[in-house]
T-cell receptor
Framework: AQTVTQSQPEMSVQEAETVTLSCTYD???????LFWYKQPPSRQMILVIR??????QNATENRFSVNFQKAAKSFSLKISDSQLGDAAMYFC?????????????FGKGTKLSVKP | EPEVTQTPSHQVTQMGQEVILRCVPI?????FYWYRQILGQKVEFLVS????????KSEIFDDQFSVERPDGSNFTLKIRSTKLEDSAMYFC???????????FGSGTRLTVV
């Protein structure tokens, strides 16, 4: 069974600085998707960024980028120029490629605080 | 932008009662999901639904739970004989199946007292 591990329960960053959130996963599959979701105090799950395992190029979305190391099964999220609105819980998630289910397996999350 | 709508946003129920959580998925999506998040814990998969039947369910999704798509637009989660430990945030999600669009609703906070 696949597992997702986020080893940092809490992180803090100064506004305008850069922070990296860590995620590792375990799978025997070669094709899969990885995601970072943001959960602000409103509790809604918001997709931040996604990565297909077959793509070597790291995904980027504006200030958000990932460092995907397939061999190491590592998928970290870098937030550049941190803003107060980035404060939230961040969940790393895994999904098998193909099939119809598309079920997400989540890590336990990292609570990010942004200091003004 | 299309949204997944969940109602109610918060529901309080007595232990032993039945509750129905409602979701309206995005109209052209084909796959529907329920997830649960107990306060302070990770989000857990409950069930996926496709073509009017359950396609996969987790160990959490036992006989106490059921899902239904009664009218082609709503997608409901029924919890029978609620227990205190059913208190959680329940998220509905829908997907087009391409795995490029997997949208969560805002969640229903269920409190069992």
């Amino acid at each position: 069974a696949q597992t997702v591990t986020q080893s940092q329960p809490e992180m803090s960053v100064q506004e305008a600085e850069t922070v990296t959130l860590s995620c590792t996963y375990d799978t025997s599959e070669s094709d899969y998707y990885l995601f970072w979701y943001k959960q602000p105090p409103s509790r809604q799950m918001i997709l931040v960024i996604r990565q297909e395992a077959y793509k070597q190029q790291n995904a980027t979305e504006n200030r958000f980028s990932v460092n995907f190391q397939k061999a190491a099964k590592s998928f970290s999220l870098k937030i550049s120029d941190s803003q107060l609105g980035d404060a939230a819980m961040y969940f790393c998630a895994y999904m098998n490629y193909g099939g119809s289910q598309g079920n997400l397996i989540f890590g336990k999350g990292t609570k990010l605080s942004v200091k003004p | 932008e299309p949204e997944v709508t969940q109602t109610p946003s918060h529901q309080v129920t007595q232990m032993g009662q039945e509750v129905i959580l409602r979701c309206v998925p995005i109209s052209n999506h084909l796959y529907f999901y329920w997830y649960r998040q107990i306060l302070g814990q990770k989000v857990e998969f409950l069930v996926s639904f496709y073509n009017n039947e359950i396609s996969e369910k987790s160990e959490i999704f036992d006989d106490q739970f059921s899902v239904e798509r009664p009218d082609g637009s709503n997608f409901t989660l029924k919890i029978r004989s609620t227990k205190l430990e059913d208190s959680a945030m329940y998220f509905c999600a829908s997907s087009s199946g391409s795995q490029r669009a997997y949208t969560f609703g805002s969640g229903t906070r269920l409190t069992v007292v």
